[in-house]
């Protein structure tokens, strides 16, 4: 006995009503677990003033300074001057290879 087989357009039909099935579960099962997002308070969510504000830019010349640290970056910044440097890397030290004067050891046959 000869079995015939499904047609091409039937076996498309399956997989697809199959796969838009789970797609649908896999969807369902994530709206049910994943959690909702956190309130945002309104002072977060006003809108940001466009003008700057002379007051706050002249109080930054009166900052503290904190000295850095040692090995690290010094950044000198003046503002009270108007002087602002750029920042210099601290040197790192590299080792260097050192010469041998014994020549490599070869194979003698």
């Given amino acids: 006995m000869n079995k015939q087989k499904p047609p091409r357009i039937l076996t498309l039909a399956i997989l697809t009503v199959v796969t838009v099935a789970v797609w649908i579960g896999f969807d369902v099962y994530r709206a049910l677990t994943t959690k909702p997002a956190p309130p945002v308070p309104p002072e977060i969510l006003a809108p940001i003033d466009p003008q700057l504000n002379i007051n706050v830019l002249s109080t930054i010349v009166n900052r503290v300074y904190v000295e850095p ?11 009270s001057e108007g002087v602002i440097s750029t920042p210099v890397p601290t040197p790192v030290p590299t080792a260097s290879p050192i010469a041998t004067s014994t020549p490599s050891p070869t194979a003698t046959p």
């Fill in 69 to 79: 640290k040692e090995g690290t970056t010094q950044i000198v910044e003046s503002l």
